[in-house]
């Protein structure tokens, strides 16, 4: 069976990549804002610290999802990073 790749953009670097090749943070209905689950607003981010920093810095998780994003959702990408290789 053939699987088509689904491509999202990361919302710092704006590159194209294969979706699960990103994290994904989601504004959902219930829960606020939260990682890898959820239904609602997307965003995607890239795997990288030069991406969650930029995300962080120019806020553009904030204004993809439309909504405030604590820092403590950084930290526990930032977490993931050193701790996991992509």
């Excluded at 699960?20 to 997307?42: A, C, E, I, N």
């Excluded at 995607?44 to 403590?72: F, G, I």
């Excluded at 959702?73 to 701790?83: A, Q």
């Amino acid at each position: 069976m053939n699987q088509r790749t689904v491509l999202r953009r990361c919302v710092a670097c704006r590159k194209l990549i294969d979706r699960k090749k990103l994290f994904k943070v989601t504004r959902d209905y219930q829960d606020g804002v939260v990682l890898d689950q959820g239904m609602g607003r997307s965003a995607y981010l890239c795997p990288n610290e030069v991406c969650l920093e930029e995300a962080w810095r120019r806020k553009r998780l904030q204004k993809a999802l439309r909504c405030h994003v604590e820092l403590n959702i950084i930290e526990v990408l930032r977490n993931r990073l050193n701790h996991c290789h992509y």
